[in-house]
């Protein structure tokens, strides 16, 4: 998903989950509470990669996918 986003010139914050338990607990509090997670949590998946825009976590099923999202949540910035 990095490569998309850096292909894609979109700004993004990359948070490595295995850092430490910091980052750790920050995704399992949302993989734990958010509703897009309800179907991760039922079949027992992780959920990553996570895109996260707004507040409001997006699974993303690989790159294809996340080009998709890019358009749809217009993260793609318009050349000055």
Do not use: W
Not at 26 to 46: C, G, L, S, W
């Amino acid at each position: 998903m990095k490569e998309v986003l850096s292909q894609k010139n979109v700004r993004y914050a990359y948070v490595e989950i295995t850092a430490g338990i910091g980052p750790l607990r920050q995704f399992m509090k949302i993989r734990d509470t958010a509703e897009a997670y309800a179907p991760i949590r039922e079949n027992h998946r992780v959920g990553i990669p996570c895109l996260v825009v707004d507040d409001v976590p997006y699974i993303v099923e690989g790159p294809e996918h996340a080009e998709k999202l890019i358009q749809e949540l217009h993260l793609v910035e318009e050349a000055g």
